[in-house]
C-alpha cells in the first residue's frame, strides 16, 4: 500500500465518507494536451489526486563559503476525494496537506530532517488561491510557533520553515537565472507505458537563492543555487513499480539534466530524462540515451534500508562521463508521523572520471528497504 493510499484510508475512516471508494474514480488524469496558463499553474490543482511543490538547493555561509548546505521544501498536497463535500464541517476537507523540509550542513556531517501533516482549515494549513502571493502555507512543528510558507514572488518562489525542537530553520529567496522547463513535451512526464501512467511537469532548473538558515545556534546568511519541481496527477505509479531513483543535476557549464528511473519489481524499470541546454532549450531522452549504474551503497542504521550510494553515468549525447557522489552518506528522511514512510533526499557532486568538479545537485531514492513505501 502506497503512502497516498495510507492516508486516503485514514482519512476515509476518519471522515466516514461512504462515497470516497467510488469518488476515487473521478480523479483527473494527467493529459499530454492540457492548457497550461501561468502564473496561475504555480498554484494548487485540486481535481489531481496528488501534487507537490519540491525545492532543493546547495547554498553557502556569504561570510565562509567553505561552510555549506544541502536542503530540501517540499510541500505535498494529497487528494482524499476529487470534489469538495456538500455538507459544511469543521472537520471536512477534500485533502490534506503535507510538508517535508531537510538540512545537510555539509562541513559537520549532520543532518535534520523535519514535517508537517494537518487537515487544511484557517488555523492548521491551506493552500492559496491563483492571485494570491501565497502558495501553501501550514503551521510549524508541534512545540515551534509560526509557519512553513511558499510564496510567489513575482518571478519565482519565497519559502520558509522553522522547527524549534531540532534546531533549525531556514528563510530563502529566490531568482531565476534560466526559464522554466517543461518535463516531457508540453509539460506530459510519462511514467509508465499506459496513457494515464503520466503526470504533469515542470521545473526551475537554477534559481539564484539568498537568505537566512539557522543550525543550532548559529544563523547566518547563504546564497547558492536551487532547483524548483511542481508536479502533479492522478495515477503516476503502476502497481508493480515499487519507488524510484530521481536526479537533478546542476553542471558548472550552465547545462542541467532530470533523469529518474521507477523500479519494477518485475524488473522492467521504466526511465527518462531531460537535457537543458546552457540556454534553457530542453531535449526528452529515454534509457536508450544514458547509462546509470550504481557503485557503491550505503546502508541505514535507522531503517536497515540499503541505499545506492554512488552512480557512473554516461549520457554521449552531450559526451559526459561522470560520477555522482553524496556529500553525506547519512542524508535519509525518516517520518515520525506516517508510518513506515523513509527515503534518501540528499545533496550530491558530479566529477568526471578523473576526479575534476563538473556540477552538483540532488538526489531522492524511495522504496528502498523491506517496508519500501514511497514518499508520496
Do not use: C
Not at 81 to 108: K, V
Amino acid at each position: 500500500m502506497s503512502t497516498t493510499d495510507r492516508l486516503i484510508l485514514l482519512a476515509a475512516v476518519t471522515l466516514m465518507l461512504p462515497r470516497a471508494a467510488t469518488a476515487q474514480e473521478r480523479w483527473r488524469p494527467a493529459e499530454p494536451d492540457y492548457a497550461w496558463s501561468f502564473p496561475r499553474d504555480h498554484w494548487g490543482h485540486p481535481d489531481y489526486r496528488t501534487e507537490w511543490w519540491y525545492v532543493t538547493g546547495i547554498v553557502a555561509d556569504t561570510s565562509n563559503p567553505e561552510r555549506r548546505f544541502g536542503y530540501q521544501f517540499t510541500f505535498f498536497r494529497v487528494g482524499l476525494i476529487p470534489q469538495p463535500l456538500d455538507y459544511e464541517s469543521a472537520w471536512a476537507t477534500q485533502s490534506l496537506i503535507m510538508g517535508h523540509a531537510s538540512i545537510s550542513d555539509l562541513s559537520t556531517g549532520r543532518h535534520v530532517f523535519s514535517e508537517i501533516l494537518f487537515r487544511p482549515n484557517k488555523l492548521l494549513g491551506d493552500f492559496g488561491a491563483p492571485g494570491d502571493s501565497l502558495i501553501a502555507w501550514s503551521r510549524a512543528p508541534y512545540g515551534t510557533d509560526g509557519q512553513w510558507t511558499l510564496t510567489w514572488n513575482g518571478k519565482a518562489f519565497d519559502f520558509a520553515m522553522r522547527d524549534d525542537a531540532e534546531g533549525v530553520a531556514f528563510s530563502l529567496s529566490t531568482e531565476p537565472a534560466k526559464p522554466m522547463v517543461f518535463q516531457g513535451p508540453n509539460g506530459y512526464s510519462r511514467k509508465g507505458e499506459g496513457p494515464t501512467a503520466a503526470s504533469l511537469y515542470y521545473s526551475f532548473t537554477r534559481l539564484m537563492t539568498s537568505g537566512e538558515v539557522t543550525i543550532g545556534a548559529d544563523t547566518l546568511h547563504v546564497a547558492g543555487e536551487s532547483w524548483m519541481d511542481k508536479e502533479f496527477g492522478s495515477n503516476q505509479l503502476a502497481a508493480d513499480q515499487v519507488g524510484w531513483d530521481w536526479f537533478s543535476l546542476r553542471l558548472d557549464d550552465g547545462r542541467e539534466l532530470m533523469l529518474y528511473v521507477l523500479r519494477s519489481e518485475t524488473g522492467t524499470d521504466y526511465a527518462r530524462g531531460t537535457i537543458i541546454s546552457a540556454v534553457g532549450d530542453a531535449t526528452y531522452i529515454d534509457d536508450s540515451a544514458w547509462t546509470l549504474l550504481p557503485s557503491r551503497r550505503w546502508q541505514s542504521d535507522r531503517t536497515g534500508a540499503e541505499y545506492p550510494a554512488a552512480w557512473e553515468l554516461t549520457v554521449p549525447e552531450i559526451a559526459l562521463d561522470a560520477t555522482i557522489t553524496p556529500f553525506l552518506d547519512e542524508q535519509e528522511n525518516v517520518s515520525a508521523l506516517v508510518p513506515d514512510l523513509f527515503y534518501w533526499e540528499g545533496a550530491v557532486e558530479v566529477r568526471t572520471s578523473d576526479g575534476q568538479r563538473i556540477g552538483e545537485g540532488y538526489v531522492e531514492l524511495t522504496g528502498y528497504g523491506t517496508r519500501r513505501v514511497p514518499a508520496i
